[in-house]
């Protein structure tokens, strides 16, 4: 079962990713899966080992500031969202997923 090699490895350090939790007094859909991982460096080596794999997942969307388009409008520093586009990333969600 080469699909669950990727898995074992990715997440047996489980104090490298988060996967973010449905918030408190709402209900998910589970469209988008969010998976935050402890740095930079640890978000690319997955995406590289998983898109390897066959698996299509991505980076979060860009955050709005940083596009060109808005690159001259006021903002504050956005450490968070800089940070959180660094480091998350949108896992693949589908009724028709499965592990063959």
């Excluded at 490895?9 to 935050?36: C, D, G, H, M, R």
Aim: charged share 25%.
């Amino acid at each position: 079962r080469k699909n669950y090699l990727w898995y074992q490895n990715a997440f047996k350090n489980l104090q490298y990713i988060k996967i973010l939790k449905e918030p408190k007094f709402s209900k998910t859909n589970y469209w988008l899966i969010t998976a935050v991982l402890k740095n930079y460096k640890i978000k690319n080596n997955l995406l590289k080992k998983l898109k390897k794999e066959g698996y299509g997942l991505r980076t979060t969307w860009r955050p709005l500031h940083s596009l060109k388009i808005y690159k001259n409008c006021p903002r504050d520093t956005m450490k968070n969202s800089n940070d959180f586009f660094r480091k998350a990333i949108n896992l693949p969600s589908s009724p028709k997923l499965n592990f063959s």
